[in-house]
């Protein structure tokens, strides 16, 4: 299948650390992908990258064979990608819906469907019962669906969620584990996700990428991973997260 | 649901009264207040304009502006100038002053948003304009400089209604500013509701977020400065010809800048209705301040050789301390959920 988001060589460094060091690997049209790693290991830098909010050092990004890299964070979205941010950025003065609305808006004509579109994210994230909160008010495994009904609401093609499972009960992580597979099955949408979360990971991801360090230490499915030495050796003492 | 129906679902019926109850007072304020009254109403009106423009970059995009006396002040020189020197009416000088107000908001946004300049540095640079803008008219000489710019005025001017010229009775200046404030509100309510109210709210709660949603937070950031500069400049043409003098000292003065913030801190930064609330208390309350010492004077109860003209400047201070200590959020937000004077659902 062809690859709709290919990283190639990316390397970033701030104030010579270097944070990522000639990373590459493909997400495949219509895939869910997971990125591991434990904590430092350049999992958000790289998101970062490809949204546009770091300017990568060397390498490149291509979505759907177009180069991305260096474009600004709305022109990306623009591009195709949504994005998710691991310490939620609610617009908090704004409510709920409102929050939606202002993802919707790029890909509608009034304000009034971007709000109807808006509303139909909100129901798949059950947070229709909270459209008129201000977001500021919510608690944090709903300002995690929040992020992730914003995201959705950009249209993307390529949806990159930043530990949205984070903090939420297993039973929780579950539904929005069949909400996101039943988004890919539904509308052909490709998913990549940081997750510590492995009860997630093993249950979506049928591509595993692991970074270490910066750098890409494996890639594979994911019952080839969790045996991978390599693996197991970066992430010993620390397999219970 | 018709428009006009839609434009006040907001309100409850207690507040649909008192909105139509104020309205009527005000709009009946001439059949019986004398000259003075007028004139404060006049000016409680125009500085609800100035903090209306002001609340549209801070309140809806986040943008602290302490030089709105510039958009201003540009605005009355350049239709003052064009009327004095061409005898462009007023009406049609409105379209250069809000122009050039404008180009001053863009070059000022540009340097500000292009190169970063975030928070309180932005603040600075809008002084920073405000300061340099008035040294360099203090030095036109074709714009009176430091001695002033005048319009001339004949006392047959002081009746009727030329709103071409804007020349007449105190009257028309009081509908006026009442009719440009009122549509400024109307304005900001439909900005506020549209694509670029949504986009501002969301810069202003988080530019990156907002970035990541595909806004591009640069032009939107301008599109304020644009649509504030541009109102502040229509109210520096009603300063020019309702003053018809323009002195740079005063016009350009940080004092004005600071006026024109608080009336929407009190009132409310971020509401519609905020800046016209707090407005409508603070001037009143200054002029107060003002009679009551003028009349101790006049009694000998404080020695009539005290200069107390700082007095009006340290109450309005001591308020404003209050608010933020209190009422962080302003007193109109407060007011409405106090009197019920909006439908829980929807927003001031």
Not at chain 1, 181 to 209: F, Q
Not at chain 2, 161 to 169: H, P, S
Request: proline share 4%; net charge neutral; hydrophobic share 50%.
């Amino acid at each position: 299948m062809a690859a709709l988001l290919r990283v190639e060589g990316v390397s970033k460094s701030f104030r010579g650390l270097l944070a990522l060091n000639d990373v590459s690997f493909d997400v495949v049209e219509r895939g869910i992908a997971a990125l591991i790693g434990p904590n430092g290991a350049g999992k958000t830098t790289l998101f970062n990258v490809i949204a546009g909010v770091f300017q990568p050092d060397n390498g490149a990004v291509h979505l759907g064979g177009a180069e991305i890299t260096g474009r600004r964070p709305d022109e990306i979205c623009h591009a195709g990608i949504g994005r998710t941010f691991q310490i939620v950025k609610p617009f908090a003065q704004m409510t709920v819906l409102e929050n939606v609305t202002v993802a919707a808006l790029h890909g509608a004509g009034t304000v009034a469907s971007a709000r109807a579109a808006a509303r139909g994210f909100l129901e798949m994230l059950e947070l229709d019962t909270k459209t008129a909160q201000h977001a500021a008010n919510l608690t944090l495994p709903d300002r995690k669906r929040l992020e992730v009904a914003r995201a959705l609401a950009t249209g993307p093609r390529l949806l990159l969620l930043d530990e949205v499972m984070a903090g939420l009960r297993p039973s929780e992580t579950d539904r929005m584990v069949a909400t996101l597979r039943g988004l890919r099955d539904e509308t052909g949408l490709t998913i990549l996700l940081i997750e510590h979360v492995m009860r997630a990971v093993m249950a979506l991801s049928e591509h595993i990428t692991v970074l270490h360090h910066g750098e890409k230490i494996s890639e594979g499915p994911p019952e080839r991973i969790v045996r991978d030495p390599a693996v197991l050796e970066c992430y010993l003492g620390d397999q219970d997260r | 649901m018709n428009s006009l129906a839609r434009f006040f679902r907001p309100l409850s019926p207690a507040g649909l009264w008192l909105g139509a109850a104020f309205l009527a007072v005000l709009l009946l304020l001439p059949l019986w207040a004398g000259s003075y009254v007028m004139t404060v109403a006049t000016t409680v009106f125009y500085l609800a304009l100035i903090g209306q423009s002001w609340n549209l970059m801070l309140g809806f995009a986040g943008l602290l502006s302490i030089g709105h006396a510039l958009f201003v002040g540009i605005g009355a020189y350049t239709a003052a100038y064009l009327f004095a020197a061409v005898g462009l009416p007023p009406v049609v000088g409105v379209l250069p002053a809000i122009a050039l107000a404008v180009l001053m908001g863009v070059l000022i946004g540009y340097l500000g948003f292009r190169f970063a300049i975030g928070g309180g540095y932005f603040a600075l640079l809008t002084i920073a304009f405000a300061e340099f803008v008035r040294i360099v008219i203090d030095h036109v000489s074709w714009l009176g400089a430091t001695e002033g710019f005048f319009l001339k005025v004949s006392s047959a001017d002081r009746h009727g209604i030329d709103l071409v010229n804007l020349r007449g009775a105190p009257e028309m200046y009081y509908y006026l500013i009442m009719a440009l404030a009122l549509g400024a509100l109307v304005l900001c309510r439909f900005l506020l509701r549209s694509r670029l109210g949504y986009y501002w709210q969301a810069i202003r709660d988080d530019a990156e977020a907002a970035e990541a949603l595909g806004v591009n937070v640069l032009r939107y950031k301008m599109y304020a400065v644009i649509f504030s500069s541009g109102m502040a400049g229509v109210a520096g043409v009603f300063y020019a010809f309702y003053q018809n003098s323009l002195f740079p000292e005063i016009v350009f003065n940080i004092e004005r800048s600071i006026e024109a913030t608080l009336g929407s801190i009190v009132g409310g930064v971020g509401t519609l209705f905020g800046p016209i609330f707090g407005t409508f208390i603070l001037t009143p309350l200054g002029e107060i301040v003002t009679e009551a010492i003028d009349l101790l004077k006049h009694w000998g109860v404080i020695d009539p050789q005290i200069k107390l003209d700082g007095l009006k400047l340290l109450i309005w201070s001591f308020i404003v301390v209050l608010i933020v200590l209190f009422k962080p959020k302003g007193l109109w937000p407060w007011v409405c959920s106090r009197l019920r004077l909006t439908r829980p659902e929807a927003e001031g």
